[in-house]
């Protein structure tokens, strides 16, 4: 177990070589109060709101569903399982996926 207390190595030097599992590859970073002016200036290279980026350390699972069709089945299995939970997510994620097909 690492320091964290989970299974998944922090690093990936302490991974063998062939290893293809879980690794730690993106960092996630959240904003506390979501503008998505912000968010695109951000992304576009201006630094405005930059330094109140949060790291996420909890363990995150990032993926990606326009190059992955792995990531598609994914997505449209939790917009299945949250339907009755969050139907606006669950209706933007089957569109997404939808739209990715």
């Known amino acids: 177990?690492?320091?964290?207390?989970?299974?998944?190595p922090r690093q990936a030097s302490q991974l063998p070589i062939e290893h293809e599992g879980i690794y730690p590859k993106y960092l996630v970073f959240k904003h506390p109060d979501y503008i998505p002016e912000v968010i695109s200036a951000w992304s576009e290279g201006e630094s405005q709101g930059t330094q109140r980026l949060i790291l996420v350390e909890d363990f995150v699972f990032v993926?990606?569903?326009?190059?992955?069709?792995?990531?598609?089945?994914a997505m449209a299995a939790y917009a299945e399982s949250i339907r009755s939970d969050n139907p606006g997510l669950s209706i933007d994620l089957k569109l997404l996926v939808e739209g990715l097909e």
Do not use: C, F, Q, Y
């Not at 177990?1 to 998944?8: D, K, L, R, V, Y």
């Not at 993926?63 to 089945?73: E, F, G, M, S, Y």
């Open 63 to 73: 993926l990606k569903p326009n190059t992955d069709r792995h990531a598609r089945v």
């Open 1 to 8: 177990m690492s320091e964290t207390g989970s299974s998944i």
